[in-house]
C-alpha cells in the first residue's frame, strides 16, 4: 500500500510570508500532483510532476519533486489570503491503474 | 464542457436507509473515480471505472457500497443500510486517459443521522 505523509497538518501564517509544505512516502511514485481544495468544492489541479528532481513554478507556488521520486513539497512566498484552502499532495503508482493516492492534507490559513 | 457533475449536492438520510449518489463525468472521459473525504482529510480511493468495466475496488470498502457505471458515461454509487460513519463528502473524478487531465466534482456531502 502507498501512503504519502504530509506536513504540517495545520499552518496559519501572516499575509506576506513564506512557507513550505511537505509531501513524504516511503513508496516511488510515477508522478505526483498538488492540488487545492476549498470548502464545499472538489480539488482543484494545481501541478504534475513527473521527473525526479523537477521544479515547476506557477507563479508565487515553487513545487519540487525529489530525485528519488518519494517526496515532493510546495513553497509559497508571499502569501496572500487568496492562497487560504486545503493543500493536497497525491500521487500515482505504476500499477494502480491511474488512481490518486491521496496525503491528509494541509490547510492553511492565511490571515490579512 | 460543464465539468463532473455531481447530483445531488447534499443528502440527509436515516441510519439504516439507502441512499444513490450519481456522477456525471466529462463527455468522452474514459475512467472514473469515486473516493470519500471526511473533513479536513485526503480524498480516500473507493473505486474505479474505465468505461463500463469496474477495475479496481478499495479493499477498506464494505459489501454495502456498490458502484456502475452501465454505459461507461454517468456513474451511481449506493450505500445499503447506512450508518453514521458513512458520513463524508462523496467525491468523483473523471480522466480521458493522461496524468493532467483528473477533474473533480463538487461532490455529495451526506449526512447519516
Known amino acids: 500500500t502507498q501512503l504519502l505523509e504530509q506536513s504540517p497538518q495545520f499552518l496559519s501564517i501572516q499575509e506576506g510570508e513564506n512557507l513550505t509544505v511537505y509531501c513524504n512516502s516511503s513508496s516511488v511514485f510515477s508522478s505526483l500532483q498538488w492540488y487545492r481544495q476549498e470548502p464545499g468544492e472538489g480539488p482543484v489541479l494545481l501541478v504534475t510532476v513527473v521527473t525526479g528532481g523537477e521544479v515547476k513554478k506557477l507563479k508565487r507556488l515553487t513545487f519540487q519533486f525529489g530525485d528519488a521520486r518519494k517526496d515532493s513539497s510546495l513553497h509559497i512566498t508571499a502569501a496572500q489570503p487568496g492562497d487560504t484552502g486545503l493543500y493536497l499532495c497525491?500521487?500515482?503508482?505504476?500499477?494502480?491503474?491511474?488512481?490518486?493516492?491521496f496525503g491528509q492534507g494541509t490547510i492553511l490559513t492565511v490571515h490579512p | 464542457d460543464t465539468g463532473v457533475s455531481q447530483n445531488p449536492r447534499h443528502k440527509i438520510t436515516k441510519r439504516g436507509q439507502n441512499v444513490t449518489f450519481r456522477c456525471d463525468p466529462i463527455?468522452?472521459?474514459?475512467?472514473l473515480y469515486w473516493y470519500r473525504q471526511t473533513l479536513g482529510q485526503g480524498p480516500e480511493f473507493l473505486t474505479y471505472?474505465?468505461?463500463?468495466?469496474?477495475?479496481?475496488k478499495s479493499r477498506l470498502l464494505s459489501d454495502r457500497f456498490s458502484a456502475e457505471r452501465p454505459k461507461g458515461s454517468f456513474s451511481t454509487l449506493e450505500i445499503q443500510r447506512t450508518e453514521q460513519g458513512d458520513s463524508a463528502m462523496y467525491l468523483c473524478?473523471?480522466?480521458?486517459?493522461?496524468?493532467?487531465?483528473?477533474?473533480f466534482g463538487s461532490g455529495t456531502r451526506l449526512t447519516v443521522v
Open positions: 463527455s468522452e472521459h474514459n475512467r
Open positions: 471505472f474505465q468505461n463500463e468495466a469496474q477495475l479496481e
Open positions: 497525491a500521487g500515482t503508482g505504476g500499477t494502480s491503474y491511474g488512481k490518486l493516492t
Open positions: 473524478a473523471s480522466n480521458p486517459g493522461n496524468r493532467d487531465g483528473y477533474t
